[in-house]
């Protein structure tokens, strides 16, 4: 299968460089290497003249907000007009295990799973050391994250719940990414479109395949809980999302910013929103109507 690695960066150079030294690593490098610069033009200089050699993808930012859905969806595009038959998902903090690559390989062309959502585990690592993480040492730095199914090395499991499907790390053949038909654009910044996603593919009738041995291994970063940062984007979102599926996503972080006083339940709109100025109406009950 000509399989391609697709990643999107803005920035985060330094984990781009250790992603790229892990597929040279890998037991079966790609065959593409596509590269989704969100308004980073300096991303040529930290790929130039390393293995495997990638092709860069350029996709405008639009007011400030990172268009996550439409430059995976560009990357998907460009893989697919160069002959790729498998398409691999990492987010560009993560790292592939060295037989990730040849594990999605062996689960998509087995006929049980090939219409499938194929995911692998992803472990967080803990901060690097002063000298930067080594390839050799990622394995024993981190487990699989215990919020996802974690089958044994060789095992691949089939699964029903979307709600678990997250963008980290996953793949799918040529075939099921039409099937899907990609990520909606209707999400722009941060949050919402990999749940989305997921979505789109329970109603294509595409289960979850969740395969051991094929890990990735997510590169420490600092991170605000909730992301505040990403509020108005989150909102955004969300508001998209329950507009399409009729429950709130996200439901932690609604729920946190809440907590925070920063948005409210506004119940005549039934919407979530920015908490107004104080003494204004503050209208506050809570629903909590996130899933079904």
């Not at 051991?212 to 984007?233: E, R």
Request: glycine share 8%.
């Amino acid at each position: 299968m000509r399989t391609a690695v697709i990643t999107l960066a803005a920035g985060r150079h330094q984990h781009l460089t250790l992603q790229q030294a892990g597929l040279a690593a890998s037991s079966r490098p790609p065959d593409q290497y596509v590269v989704v610069a969100m308004d980073d033009p300096a991303l040529g200089a930290v790929l130039a003249g390393q293995r495997p050699a990638a092709t860069i993808v350029d996709c405008p930012v639009r007011d400030g907000a990172l268009p996550l859905a439409r430059a995976r969806n560009l990357g998907a595009a460009h893989a697919l007009e160069h002959g790729a038959e498998l398409l691999v998902f990492l987010d560009v903090d993560c790292v592939p295990g060295e037989r990730l690559l040849e594990r999605y390989a062996e689960v998509a062309r087995d006929p049980a799973h090939r219409r499938s959502l194929i995911c692998g585990t992803v472990a967080y690592l803990p901060p690097p050391p002063p000298a930067g993480y080594r390839l050799t040492d990622l394995p024993t730095l981190a487990g699989p994250h215990p919020a996802r199914p974690a089958p044994a090395p060789g095992e691949t499991r089939q699964g029903t719940d979307h709600t678990l499907f997250w963008s980290l790390s996953f793949a799918v053949t040529a075939d099921t990414w039409h099937a899907v038909d990609g990520f909606s654009e209707e999400y722009e910044g941060y949050g919402g479109e990999d749940t989305d996603y997921g979505q789109r593919a329970r109603t294509a009738g595409v289960p979850l395949a969740w395969v051991g041995g094929a890990p990735a291994f997510h590169q420490h970063h600092p991170v605000a809980s909730p992301p505040v940062g990403h509020l108005d984007d989150i909102l955004r979102n969300a508001e998209v999302f329950h507009r399409c599926w009729g429950w709130w996503p996200m439901a932690d972080w609604l729920d946190a910013f809440a907590d925070r006083g920063l948005i409210r339940w506004n119940p005549s709109a039934a919407r979530w929103e920015r908490t107004p100025p104080t003494g204004a109406d503050t209208a506050t009950t809570n629903p909590r109507l996130h899933r079904p």
